[in-house]
């Protein structure tokens, strides 16, 4: 399935977290806190789930805390780490908007910029690094796909002995760890898991304090959903699965999309090169093409996009994101392929797109 | 004297659309005066230029100097 839906990129839950939710709520609703019978089948289930996504995304069990509101993970990461406010802190111009938000609660904040490929400016982040800084880097861009040389990075702030956080809500279990990082951020969405997941997880050796009040010894307020989390440890488990048996597919897919527009259309920006973006995710920008008419042309087709575009997310403002690479900011359309994807509707797409294109540009 | 062209109230696209069909009128060396107080126009002036070969200089916040080049 191509498909995008309301959180950019986001996909149906995965069939099987599907049943595992439905069973979960009759198994695991009550508080694992307490001794009852309830209580105790709730937190075994529970622990299972926690030892199998820490498995899952090679941490160690006590390294992470499941959160009920996974959009306050990067925020309390950044603000729990150690001086925040007033070290530097340093994040990427193509960072998510709550992460670049927390410049406003800092008196020193460093954007560091990208190149038109929207990898970040090594030299720039290596000269304003300081041993305090708090360096906030996306290991990859949900709307682009481009994927940041985290291994280069960590290099650089480790050099330093800073903080680095490290946003992986869009490479998900795609995310390969650098030796070095502080605190990091997944979303159960990035893995066909269930909204209101996420997973912030802490170094064992950083140095970080929960900077909410503190009303209970825990680094978390543990109030998400029991059923949710187990369902999204279970997708999890079955989305790697998928993944083994589909990622060289939707490699190749997103490859012939490039190609194809590249070669068919004419006047059309592709973020990011073959080599540093998700394998599952391409960015497009035609010139003199509204994508409201573009996403809503394809809808007709039965293809469902999303768009970074300022005419269609009702903002005024265009993509940060797209402007901060000095690419095309309307005209956009993003696809981001699931595991699901046949290889006939990518053939469908191409033969369709150039002549929706340049329907489009006659008008 | 420069020609004008005043997309002030207009949203994103249709600046960039309607520049790019004025140029098209344009010799090579002509200039232009953009107006357009669309926020996306800035940013997507600049890929314009990359992408269709001409020039640009910003004058004041909602003011462009166009130079047909190609």
Known sequence: MITAGKYEGQHPLHPKARQILLDAFDQGWADPAQISAQGRQAQALLHQARESIAKSLA??????????????????????????????????????????GMRAKSKQSFEISVDIDGAIDLELLTQTLQPNSIVAIQS?????????????????VVAQNAHLHIDATASGARFVKPAYWSTLHFDARSWNGPTGV???????????????????????????????????????????????????????????????????????DIAGNAQSTLPNIISLSFLNVSSEQLVAALEVEGFSVAS?????????????????????????????????????EITKLLALLPGIISKLREN | MTQELDCRGKRCPLPIIELSKK???FEVGQELLFISDDPATAADLSAWARMTGNEFKIISADNFLITKSN
Not at chain 1, 319 to 341: C, E, F, P, Q, W
């Open chain 2, 23 to 25: 140029i098209n009128e």
């Open chain 1, 198 to 268: 996420g997973v912030f997880a802490l170094k064992s050796d950083a140095r970080w304090s929960n900077p909410l009040p503190h009303t209970k010894p825990t680094r978390a307020p543990n109030s998400f959903s029991i059923p949710l989390a187990l369902a999204a440890a279970g997708a999890l488990e079955h989305w790697i699965a998928d993944e083994s048996a589909n990622s060289a597919r939707l490699k190749s897919l997103i490859e012939r999309i490039r190609n194809h527009v590249k070669q068919t259309i004419s006047d059309v």
């Open chain 1, 308 to 344: 970074g575009s300022a005419c269609v997310a009702s903002a005024l403002e265009p993509s940060h994101v797209l402007k901060a690479m000095g690419l095309l900011t309307h005209g956009n359309m993003r696809i981001n392929l699931n595991h699901d994807v046949q290889d006939g």
């Open chain 1, 140 to 156: 990859a861009n949900l709307e682009t796909g481009v994927i940041q040389d985290i291994k280069a990075i960590a290099k650089a």
């Open chain 1, 59 to 100: 941490l160690k069990v006590s390294e992470i805390e499941l959160w009920g509101e996974p959009e306050l993970i990067s925020p309390i990461a950044i603000w729990g780490a150690p001086g925040f406010g007033s070290t530097p802190f340093i994040y990427g111009a193509t960072e998510r908007s709550e992460i670049i």
